[in-house]
Nanobody
Framework: QVQLVESGGGLVQAGGSLRLSCAASGRTFSSVRMAWFRQAPGKEREFVARMSRLGGSTSYADAVKGRFTITRDNAKNTLYLQMNKLKPEDTAVYYC???????????????????WGQGTQVTVSS
C-alpha cells in the first residue's frame, strides 16, 4: 500500500509560482509510477504530468507544457510539481497519484491510479 500526503497549494496571482509536494510512504517509492492530476469544480479530473519510476521520462499535458515541471526525489520519497507562470485556468484541486508496476490502463487516465493524495487547492487570481 502507498500513502500520499500533499502540500504546497494556496492562492497566487496570475504569473506567479507554486511548488506542490507529495510525500509517499507505505511502499517502496521507486516501485510505483507517479503522476499529478487536477480537477476544477464541475469538471472531469484531468492529467497534468507524470514521471517514470526512475525519473528518466516525463510527460505533460499540453495546457501546462513549458510552465510546469515534475520531479522526483527517491531519497526523500517525495514527488514535486513546480508550477510557473500560473494562469487562472490552472485553478483546481491538485492530486498526487500512484500506481503499481503491474498497472492496467492508460497512465494518462485517473482510473489507472489506485493511490491518491488528499488533494491540495490551487487558486490563481487574475
Amino acid at each position: 500500500q502507498v500513502q500520499l500526503v500533499e502540500s504546497g497549494g494556496g492562492l497566487v496571482q496570475a504569473g506567479g509560482s507554486l511548488r506542490l509536494s507529495c510525500a509517499a510512504s507505505g511502499r517502496t517509492f521507486s516501485s510505483v509510477r507517479m503522476a499529478w492530476f487536477r480537477q476544477a469544480p464541475g469538471k472531469e479530473r484531468e492529467f497534468v504530468a507524470r514521471m517514470s519510476r526512475l525519473g528518466g521520462s516525463t510527460s505533460y499535458a499540453d495546457a501546462v507544457k513549458g510552465r510546469f515541471t515534475i520531479t522526483r526525489d527517491n531519497a526523500k520519497n517525495t514527488l514535486y510539481l513546480q508550477m510557473n507562470k500560473l494562469k487562472p485556468e490552472d485553478t483546481a484541486v491538485y492530486y498526487c497519484a500512484a500506481c503499481p508496476p503491474d498497472y492496467s490502463g492508460s497512465l494518462y487516465s485517473w482510473m489507472t491510479y489506485n493511490y491518491w493524495g488528499q488533494g491540495t487547492q490551487v487558486t490563481v487570481s487574475s
